[in-house]
């Protein structure tokens, strides 16, 4: 249990890995892929997603004012990847990819057809840190696959999706199911 | 594909759960748990935490300006769980877990010692958002457990750790390792 300073600062993980979508035109429709993302308040709901000034989506998504964060799966991971490590200046990403746009219903943005949930995020402050700007936003509408909604109970099925997680350069898909949020104080009730 | 506007507006999963420590006495030392954080910048290495106005710990980080992200395991899930669901009002949890707090190095503030990887935070700014204010913070040390760093290589393995990660109010561990990133052009390179 011994501990030694580590050189690494940025070793938050196991984090998301998602396709941001953005543009307001097809012709300008990109998408970069974040794992610099994460949710910053439920009430009303609030994300953000950092991004260097240097990627091309950054001026798109500084000029639109919105973007989508698309949830990836273990079928969407190698796309992913790439629209992580391509830049949409040399290339139409949804052509290349051979993802689908789909007009988001709230925004100037296109959402990804394959995307099993996709958030349509509104910007409401950059904070310049550094590296990386960080767009602060209010998400304004949830678009979900319904083929993962039970008909009965309306609730979202998350697991059948095979969502994909990044963790120090390696991407994973999720494994067991250890617990629920409240297990640890179910279990003594029942004691 | 199609899509149906969902309710619930927080869907961006799979995410960290970290245990996060504070307190400038022992005392004080208090742990609480989180799903809301994220890297914001990669240099310098900035994140944040995102609590609630109420929770016990949010005036202690308010007052020291200061925490540690303790990563957790599947090892550690039931009391990460725990740690989540009660309050550093009625309990010490340090003591009701059995978790040992180690000062931090570089603040006034405790790691868990059983914690594979804690990241020293120093607030610089918190934005006030609704039901959470969200703690912008700087990375100002990180401190791994010696038993997953290679002593050849100076490399740590995550993997080893058995991190765990929270999706839509369920723990899960990490599954099987899918690829690396820039692992899409790797392949291609090989055709």
Redesign the interface.
């Given at each position: 249990?011994?501990?030694?300073?580590?050189?690494?600062?940025?070793?938050?993980?196991?984090?998301?890995v998602?396709m941001v979508s953005c543009g307001e035109t097809i012709n300008e429709y990109n998408i970069i892929t974040v794992?610099?993302?994460?949710?910053?308040?439920?009430?009303?709901?609030?994300?953000?997603i950092?991004v260097r000034k240097s990627r091309y989506s950054h001026a798109i998504i500084s000029k639109t004012g919105c973007f989508v964060?698309n949830?990836t799966t273990?079928r969407l991971?190698?796309?992913t990847?790439?629209c992580?490590?391509?830049s949409g200046r040399q290339y139409n990403k949804f052509i290349e990819t051979g993802l689908?746009p789909?007009k988001a219903?709230h925004l100037n943005a296109p959402?990804i057809?394959?995307s099993p949930?996709?958030?349509e995020c509104k910007v409401v402050?950059v904070?310049e840190?550094?590296?990386?700007d960080?767009f602060?936003a209010n998400?304004v509408?949830?678009?979900?696959?319904?083929?993962y909604?039970d008909r009965k109970t309306g609730e979202?099925n998350?697991?059948k999706a095979n969502?994909?997680?990044?963790?120090?350069?390696?991407?994973?898909?999720?494994?067991?199911?250890?617990?629920?949020?409240?297990?640890?104080?179910e279990k003594k009730k029942k004691k």
């Open positions: 249990m011994g501990k030694v300073e580590f050189k690494s600062g940025t070793m938050l993980y196991p984090l998301p998602v794992a610099w993302t994460g949710i910053l308040s439920s009430e009303p709901p609030m994300c953000y950092s964060i949830l273990e991971a190698k796309v990847d790439w992580g490590v391509k689908t789909v219903p959402m057809a394959e949930l996709c958030l402050n904070m840190l550094g590296s990386h960080c602060v998400i509408g949830v678009q979900a696959d319904e083929r909604i979202f998350l697991e969502l994909i997680a990044f963790s120090h350069g390696k991407y994973y898909n999720i494994g067991e199911r250890l617990g629920f949020f409240g297990y640890s104080i």
